[in-house]
């Protein structure tokens, strides 16, 4: 399942903080639905080419950046500047080629060693405080996500030198940036194998030119678009999932394969029956299905399953001496007998029944046991097990 998620620039407050905050919430919900997440938003295109460091030299990335870039950076650090010539110098150092140099001339390919270490030197400086700017916009939240290959960055031609600039200075949405963006959802659109995600803003401004005409969206993929906005809209509803770092959705994506495609299969059942419309009218669709009918559910779960939780608190709450031979049944403690209201009774009738004990309290035990377990099986069929499992993965 893919998921493309579309959001409109958010310069944030000061600079670049938190610029990312309207993509980084939307990516994470949809890490915990989807297989695939692409990311359609022109402050997060600036970011692409900081997503492909792995195989990117950090001196190729400088050459990209332009000098107000650069003075930008230096004024919020205050770093060094960077030697004049900087970038021819830089440009010939990435084509030469140290090892054949040697072979005609040591001393030079010495020379070109020594001076190619200072810029990388300089170079690293720099880049500290480019982490520094891009972990105030967020982009550390995604990082590993996108390092392992689940989300990506649509290219918009956007600078990352755009970035790089103080809130008033920051102008990255030209006309051709804002074309390509529009080009690639229209894209998206049209595309069976997709389903479209919006931010509160590029929802209402697309609903808007379908309304005019501007743009047509089939039935089908509008269905699809609500689909990715239950999905994903239940899983950011969940009471634990705000606190959720990154790294923890990833390994519950893992963890929950099987009750994820049964969820999945749920939201495309309900997605039938949902108006054919994005933004706020398609927001209150889902706002009513998790208030009438999700989160009931999900809390009718974690009241069943309590039913038959696990006896530890036996342990803390009852002394050996009381109950005949315990030594001989402490093994049959380990199975699930239910609630703490049902834990007293089980020990009310092990007690009571004497040198008896032991046969009823086992006999107990053993039944606990097998309600315990027709319950978890119930449970997991169930097409909201997957939300009762993350929120609770989540709650740790």
Same mark, same amino acid.
């Given at each position: 399942m893919r998921v493309s998620i579309a959001t409109t620039p958010n310069t944030g407050g000061d600079g670049i903080d938190d610029a990312l905050a309207d993509d980084v919430e939307l990516?994470?919900?949809?890490?915990?639905?989807?297989?695939?997440?692409?990311?359609?938003?022109?402050?997060?295109?600036?970011?692409?080419?900081?997503?492909?460091?792995?195989?990117?030299?950090?001196?190729?990335?400088?050459?990209?950046?332009?000098?107000?870039?650069?003075?930008?950076?230096?004024? *919020?650090?205050?770093?060094?500047?960077?030697?004049?010539? /900087?970038?021819?110098?830089?440009?010939?150092?990435?084509?030469?080629?140290?090892?054949?140099?040697?072979?005609?001339?040591?001393? !030079?390919?010495?020379?070109?060693?020594?001076?190619?270490?200072?810029?990388?030197?300089?170079?690293?400086?720099? *880049?500290?405080?480019?982490?520094?700017?891009?972990?105030?916009?967020?982009? !550390? =939240?995604?990082?590993?996500?996108?390092?392992?290959?689940?989300? *990506?960055?649509?290219?918009?031609?956007?600078?990352?030198?755009?970035?790089?600039? !103080?809130? =008033?200075?920051?102008?990255?949405?030209?006309?051709?940036?804002?074309?390509? /963006?529009?080009?690639?959802?229209?894209?998206?659109?049209?595309?069976?194998?997709?389903?479209?995600?919006?931010d509160q803003q590029s929802a209402d401004l697309i609903q808007s030119m379908i309304n005019e005409g501007h743009i047509e969206a089939s039935a089908n993929n509008l269905r699809l678009a609500a689909s990715a906005a239950l999905g994903t809209g239940f899983v950011a509803r969940l009471p634990a999932f705000e606190r959720a770092p990154m790294d923890e959705l990833l390994d519950l994506r893992r963890d929950l394969r099987v009750p994820l495609q049964i969820y999945r299969g749920a939201m495309s059942r309900f997605s039938r029956d949902m108006p054919r419309v994005i933004g706020r009218d398609l927001e209150f669709e889902v706002q009513h299905l998790w208030e009438s009918e999700v989160n009931p559910a999900v809390i009718r779960l974690e009241e069943e399953l309590a039913q038959h939780g696990l006896v530890r608190e036996l342990f803390r709450s009852v002394r050996a001496a009381n109950i005949f031979d315990f030594a001989t049944w402490t093994g049959m403690t380990a199975a699930t007998v239910g609630s703490t209201a049902d834990l007293g009774a089980v020990l009310t009738g092990v007690v009571a029944a004497g040198s008896g004990g032991m046969r009823v309290g086992t006999d107990m035990l053993l039944d606990a046991a097998r309600q315990r377990g027709d319950a978890e099986r119930d449970a997991t069929r169930s097409e909201f097990y997957f939300l009762y499992q993350a929120n609770r993965r989540l709650q740790r």
């Open positions: 990516a994470k919900a949809a890490v915990l639905y989807a297989d695939e997440v692409e990311l359609i938003g022109l402050t997060a295109s600036m970011l692409r080419p900081f997503s492909e460091l792995q195989g990117l030299s950090f001196l190729e990335l400088m050459l990209d950046m332009d000098d107000d870039a650069f003075a930008y950076i230096r004024d *919020r650090s205050g770093s060094s500047a960077m030697p004049d010539g /900087w970038r021819d110098q830089i440009q010939k150092f990435l084509s030469a080629d140290p090892q054949k140099i040697e072979r005609y001339a040591p001393a !030079a390919a010495s020379e070109l060693r020594k001076i190619k270490a200072k810029f990388e030197e300089e170079a690293e400086g720099y *880049r500290a405080q480019f982490d520094e700017v891009l972990g105030a916009a967020g982009f !550390a =939240e995604l990082q590993p996500a996108i390092n392992q290959g689940i989300v *990506r960055l649509a290219d918009l031609q956007t600078s990352p030198s755009s970035l790089f600039r !103080a809130r =008033e200075d920051r102008r990255p949405e030209t006309d051709q940036q804002v074309n390509a /963006w529009l080009s690639l959802l229209r894209n998206r659109l049209d595309d069976p194998n997709v389903r479209l995600l919006f």
